[in-house]
């Protein structure tokens, strides 16, 4: 048994996936732009992540834009059966490397074309429609977008269609229009605007897969967090994940890195058992940050 397998399997469409997957984005060069300085040591990363047990990785062609994905495609392509590619849709870059909204039904489709493309892959397993109304997630209808990406999945382009960057409002709109395997948005021990969404979608089997689990460009910074962590002879990101492994069992990780190293780390947070009073002490992180 590889160590991610004791954090347990949740659904993911019609697959079970490992709870300890890997997120692509930092393969990418500074900003998440351009190629990395070292593609070999990024392509070694990916092969890692694979020889940890991880069934499961997210991209996204707007990373690089298209590095991550040829990088995967280099890597590891053929790809092991059991490896489930998730990526998203909804943005565009810049000249100037900025995060620009791509929500048009030809923009739309221009991007599974090239996830696919870059990928090697005639269906996307799963692609996330992340919602550019703003930088964190913003009121306002998805129907348009979402039914334009329903239409390539009923295409056969597309197998699961998941959300991004999303109120509950618009999750609750999503599921009536097609149904929604996951939902990605930002949470971690200090933001924990989610919970409630969470606790929703557990009960209704829907993955939940936290961004800037870590807390970020800025990383968590609490007394509380590092006491927990010298107890158990951890790092502070390493108790982060672990709360989120505990939080919830539709709770799907996705760490990213450009280090073996920090890989190994990452999926070493398995095997981490936080005590009941472990918990009591980061569940107050987020009302200390309010």
Aim: net charge negative; proline share 6%; with cysteine.
């Amino acid at each position: 048994m590889s160590t991610i397998e004791t954090a347990g399997t949740f659904r993911l469409g019609d697959r079970r996936v490992k709870r300890l997957g890997y997120g692509a984005m930092q393969l990418a060069g500074p900003h998440v732009y351009g190629p990395p300085r070292d593609p070999d040591a990024a392509r070694a990363v990916l092969r890692e992540a694979i020889a940890q047990g991880v069934d499961h990785i997210d991209t996204s062609d707007f990373y690089g834009p298209h590095v991550t994905n040829q990088l995967i495609r280099e890597a590891l392509s053929p790809y092991p059966d059991d490896l489930v590619i998730v990526t998203k849709i909804g943005a565009m870059r810049g000249t100037d490397a900025s995060w620009l909204p791509a929500f048009s039904a030809e923009q739309l489709a221009e991007a599974v074309d090239d996830n696919r493309r870059n990928l090697g892959v005639d269906t996307i397993e799963v692609v996330n429609l992340r919602i550019m109304f703003g930088m964190g997630p913003v009121e306002g209808s998805i129907e348009a977008p979402l039914t334009a990406l329903a239409e390539l999945q009923q295409r056969g382009l597309v197998r699961h269609i998941g959300l991004s960057n999303v109120t509950a409002a618009q999750v609750a709109e999503g599921r009536r229009i097609v149904p929604i395997v996951c939902v990605q948005n930002q949470y971690n021990l200090a933001h924990r605007e989610d919970d409630a969404l969470i606790d929703d979608l557990a009960r209704d089997g829907i993955a939940y897969v936290p961004f800037f689990p870590l807390g970020g460009f800025s990383p968590l910074q609490s007394s509380a967090l590092s006491a927990v962590a010298t107890r158990l002879d951890a790092t502070p990101m390493q108790v982060a994940l672990a709360w989120l492994l505990r939080r919830s069992p539709n709770i799907l990780l996705i760490p990213g890195t450009s280090s073996v190293a920090h890989l190994r780390e990452n999926m070493a947070t398995a095997e981490i058992q936080l005590s009941d009073d472990d918990m009591k002490a980061l569940n107050g992180i987020a009302a200390s940050a309010a």
